[in-house]
């Protein structure tokens, strides 16, 4: 026989991974095959099992049917599971080792039953010693269980151990008895799985713990009882961790040890949760969430064991965030306000604290980046009391914490996604409070001071991470995800927040805006500020756009866009954006975007000036209306020419930004004529602005200037070609010829015909159009319009001018004559720029000169009229004939030209 081990060797259990593994044992049938098995071994268990449960309602039946007397029924249980454990031990082995391991199992069981029998239904012993003899009994079953290295005395002691309360449950609470004998069984189930490696041990024992500590919740529970609860779930979880710590995270089956201490943990929590069904303890949030964050704490503390297991901080801290999330929307209120904003500080604080440690304690560990999302479930818990509450400085205080967190945790995990979601969620949370935020009389202190407060912090955080984690993620080859995430984060930053303010003002349309305005001026600043340190050229652009759209919130729906507080803060915005890149942008940079938003600020700020002023002081703008876009023109011009001189000319950026101020100073000088006139005005003015830029394009070649000049002008051109209403903007004058049409049309033709000069060859092409080509047919068909315009206004009676062919010979016959010398006109100029297009455009109008002439005129012309117009139209062709015989002539006497 083998030496039995001594308590202080049994004792002295050792985790450590140096520790000798265990002798295997010998198997014990070579060749196992399924008769051997069910024959050797699972019969021997099944007998085991059904021994012991005859043994126990062998028992019972007694009790029942007084059989035998208490004492009795107890000592010959007793003596019954001894006589087992002696039959097992002198069972020779290994020969008959399933056979005795069954025995010996059997035994264990019995004695577990006699004790709990002894101690629940007689009372024949106290607390103490039914504990001291469970404790004993489960000592011996250890014993058995490593001197005899088998795994299914210890699996049939977990069973009867774990069934004998159920067999023998006389249906009344005793808290107290039943889980101590439970804490007991689980220590020597814990101590022999971790002695012989057998793991798979714990993950059973709490598994039937757990059912056992449900069926005793449903079944028993009180509030009354909230403690004796309390000490069950969170002492079992406390004890099911102890396996996962001591197991080493470099062994393979630690996740057996793993899921024991999960599956205990769920019970504490499903715990915590039940606890909310009860009105006196969800009142106390002292009492049920203090048991929810113990509860939690038991899963969250895994990565300090094994950095590898954060799945178990993921499962306590989504748990716990569900259950405080039905507090909040069953109990929260004003008076436990700073009660679950503490609990909830305490939550996302745990959470994120408890990933610092890991890294300080393993730095070569790795953070994953989801760890960023519980304090953005603290952030989701608070929407709730924002809506309900809103104006609290502890409520804002506290997301002002999580948020603090949110950027820790994102420098940690070098993830940038979390900072946009904390973002979100915050101004979620102030938009709530704009929501109970009356119309009338709002007190709007507390909100802007959160808006301005926030955003002021996620723009400045958002560039600071981004210089920090830029190199990082190059490093590591993040995501583009990441990467766009880590681009666009100081934009998104600042956007966000003018969304609030825009949804401020379109809500309660302040008489006075002035408050809302200071914030995003405010905004503004920080942005154009943040700018200098960031790599994000769209942070200007942003804050042009978020300053544009506040400000036309307001415009757009009130009556009141008078004096000069609306004209100040249009001013304001304007000088802002226009005036930062020349204090905060290097001259030597190669960025054209800042100068580009600061030559736009006051363009897009233009229609919101006009309207003030014109509103303001009707009388002014009619006098001298355009006085306002000459004044604004002043600035863009004066930074032309400042640039021009500053900017070194290797700057690869220089001639867009020259480009950008010369276009708007040009825009504004147009925009007097239509300002300080009105009506065709507006068409001259893009005419001449598309003149101008083409004119700036000679002198600073950028593709942009061309491309827009081009654009204005076929505008224009299709405004005073295409466009009837045009010739009703105003009345006929009493002077025929020097009109209106003259100058509107004249200056329209003169602004084509200086196009096509400013866009000679070289720079001649647009893709594959001929600018000078176009520019030139353009003049000349505006040329053309103004000609028919001027002899049906001569011929015109009445405020507007007609365009008829029948009626008036003397019309019918100028009409003939003027394009029989149009069409010569173009014969000559095609023959002295020898540009065969505009000759064959002649050619084309003297044919339809002549179709007129023999189809229209003979038939309706009168004598005299007839005569004339024949004579005139003679004398043109024979004159153009003349003309093409000299061209003709010209050619063949010119040398011919060198190949």
């Avoid at 308590?7 to 002798?23: C, N």
């Avoid at 949804?503 to 503004?524: D, E, K, Q, W, Y």
């Avoid at 600061?598 to 229609?607: C, F, H, I, R, S």
């Amino acid at each position: 026989m083998e030496p039995w081990p001594t308590l202080a060797s049994v004792s002295a259990i050792k985790t450590d991974h140096e520790k000798p593994q265990p002798k295997e044992e010998a198997p014990l049938l070579p060749g196992l095959t399924l008769e051997a098995f069910m024959g050797v071994k699972l019969f021997a268990w099944l007998g085991g099992l059904a021994l012991f449960l005859g043994i126990v309602f062998f028992i019972r039946y007694s009790f029942e049917h007084n059989l035998i007397t208490p004492q009795m029924r107890i000592a010959i249980g007793a003596i019954t599971g001894l006589g087992l454990i002696a039959g097992g031990l002198r069972t020779p082995r290994p020969k008959y080792a399933v056979t005795a391991q069954t025995l010996c199992a059997t035994g264990i069981v019995t004695l577990y039953s006699v004790t709990f029998g002894s101690y629940s239904f007689y009372h024949f012993i106290g607390n103490l010693p039914a504990f001291a003899i469970m404790a004993a009994i489960t000592t011996a079953a250890f014993l058995l269980a490593v001197r005899m290295n088998a795994q299914v005395v210890a699996v049939l002691g977990l069973l009867g151990g774990f069934l004998t309360p159920v067999v023998l449950s006389t249906g009344q609470d005793n808290p107290v008895g039943l889980f101590s004998y439970l804490a007991a069984l689980d220590l020597g189930l814990v101590a022999v799985a971790l002695r012989q490696r057998w793991h798979y041990l714990v993950t059973l024992a709490a598994g039937m713990t757990g059912l056992t500590q449900l069926a005793w919740l449903g079944g028993f529970f009180a509030a009354s009882k909230v403690a004796t609860g309390t000490t069950i779930f969170l002492g079992f979880e406390a004890l099911f961790l102890l396996p996962f710590w001591l197991c080493h995270r470099q062994e393979t089956k630690e996740g057996w040890t793993a899921a024991g201490s999960a599956i205990s943990a769920v019970a504490a929590l499903i715990f915590a949760g039940h606890l909310l069904t009860f009105p006196t303890l969800g009142e106390r949030p002292w009492i049920c969430l203090s048991i929810l964050l113990a509860a939690d704490a038991g899963l969250a503390v895994w990565p300090l064991r094994n950095s590898t297991r954060m799945g178990g901080s993921f499962l306590g801290g989504a748990a716990a965030f569900f259950i405080i999330s039905a507090w909040n929307l069953r109990y929260l209120n004003a008076p436990l306000l700073n009660w679950g904003l503490g609990y909830i500080l305490v939550f996302a604080a745990f959470h994120t604290v408890l990933p610092l440690v890991v890294r300080k304690l393993r730095p070569t560990s790795r953070t994953p980046g989801w760890v960023q999302i519980f304090p953005l479930l603290a952030l989701a818990l608070l929407l709730w009391p924002a809506f309900h509450i809103g104006e609290s400085f502890a409520l804002w205080f506290v997301v002002l914490l999580i948020d603090l967190a949110v950027i820790a945790l994102a420098l940690l995990t070098a993830s940038l996604l979390g900072l946009v979601g904390a973002l979100v969620f915050t101004l979620i949370a102030a938009g709530l409070w704009l929501l109970q935020t009356p119309v009338e009389n709002p007190q709007l202190g507390g909100l802007l001071t959160v808006i301005a407060g926030f955003a002021a912090l996620f723009c400045g955080a958002s560039v600071f991470l981004q210089g920090r984690l830029r190199a990082q993620m190059q490093a590591e080859s993040a995501d583009s995800l990441e990467a766009d995430a880590l681009n666009h984060l100081p934009a998104i930053s600042a956007a966000l927040p003018f969304v609030l303010l825009i949804s401020t003002m379109l809500r309660l349309n302040p008489s006075n805006p002035s408050p809302i305005f200071a914030v995003g001026l405010l905004l503004v600043g920080v942005i154009l500020g943040l700018t200098r340190w960031s790599r994000t050229v769209a942070l200007p652009p942003v804050a042009l756009v978020c300053a544009i759209l506040l400000e036309y919130s307001w415009h757009a729906q009130t009556t009141l866009r008078l004096g000069w507080m609306p004209l100040g803060w249009s001013l304001g915005f304007s000088a802002v954006i226009f005036g930062f890149p020349f204090f905060f942008q290097s001259r030597k940079a190669a960025q054209a975007t800042p100068w580009a938003t600061a030559a736009l600020a006051p363009v897009l700020n233009y229609p919101l000036i006009h309207s003030v002023v014109q509103n303001t002081w009707p009388h002014f703008w009619h006098a001298a209306g355009g006085l306002v876009p000459a004044a604004l023109a002043i600035p863009p011009l004066a930074a032309c020419d400042y640039l021009r001189r500053r900017i070194p000319a290797e700057n690869p950026a220089r001639l867009a930004i020259l480009a950008w101020f010369g276009g708007v100073a040009l825009l504004f000088i147009t925009l007097i004529f239509p300002v300080q006139f009105g009506q065709e005005m507006l068409t001259l003015s893009w005419a001449l602005e598309g003149a101008a830029l083409l004119w700036l394009f000679h002198r600073v070649p950028h593709p942009g200037l061309r491309v827009v000049g081009f654009g204005l002008l076929c505008v224009a051109f299709a405004r005073l070609a295409l466009n009837p209403a045009v010739l009703a903007y105003h009345e006929r004058s009493a002077i025929p010829v020097w009109n209106w049409y003259l100058y509107t049309y004249g200056v329209g033709a003169a602004c084509f015909f200086a196009a096509a000069r400013f866009t000679a060859a070289p720079r001649d092409r647009l893709s594959a159009i001929s600018l000078p080509a176009v520019f030139y047919t353009c003049g000349t068909i505006l040329l053309f319009l103004l000609l028919n315009i001027e002899i049906a206004d001569y011929f015109s009676n009445g405020p507007t001018i007609t365009f008829d062919f029948e009626g008036n010979l003397a019309r019918d016959m100028t009409y003939s004559i003027a394009w029989s010398l149009f069409g010569l006109a173009l014969l000559l100029v095609g023959m002295h720029r020898q540009v065969a297009g505009v000759r064959y455009a002649g050619i084309g109008l003297l044919a339809v000169t002549l179709a007129k002439l023999f189809l229209h005129d003979l038939a309706s012309l009168d004598q005299l009229y007839r005569i004339g117009a024949l004579i005139a139209v003679a004398i043109v062709l024979i004159g153009a004939s003349y003309l093409y015989q000299r061209f003709f002539a010209a050619e063949e006497k010119a040398p011919p030209k060198a190949s």
